[in-house]
């Protein structure tokens, strides 16, 4: 399950709160994305079955997130299929999550 950016869904809070119906779980995601992007996130706009899905996303995923936009806009199976990679937006990713960038550049060597 992986995400545009190379991040794995399966390891992401919202993900697994989503998967295992946690509801303490959403309210701790969305104490901390409210904090972290300063905007008002509530328990249940936590919910997301995966970046790729075409199902549920979380808040961020479905509105803020300019990769995932970009990526389906350019209909990429991952941003290492994209002639720009890795771009500023991608470069911030790794900032937070160097182990997104490895896993990118090896499918980018396949």
Not at 9 to 26: Q, V
Not at 65 to 80: E, F, M, P, Y
Request: aromatic fraction near 10%.
């Amino acid at each position: 399950m992986l995400a545009y950016c190379g991040l794995d869904c399966e390891k992401c809070e919202a993900f697994i709160a989503t998967l295992e119906n946690d509801d303490a779980l959403r309210a701790k995601v969305a104490k901390e994305w409210s904090e972290t992007y300063l905007i008002p996130v509530k328990p249940e706009d936590i919910n997301c079955t995966g970046c790729v899905s075409d199902k549920v996303k979380s808040f961020y995923c479905e509105r803020l997130c300019k990769i995932r936009r970009c990526a389906q806009g350019r209909d990429l199976r991952t941003c290492a299929d994209c002639d720009w990679f890795p771009c500023e937006d991608l470069n911030e990713v790794f900032r937070f999550a160097p182990h997104a960038r490895v896993l990118l550049e090896s499918l980018r060597q396949k």
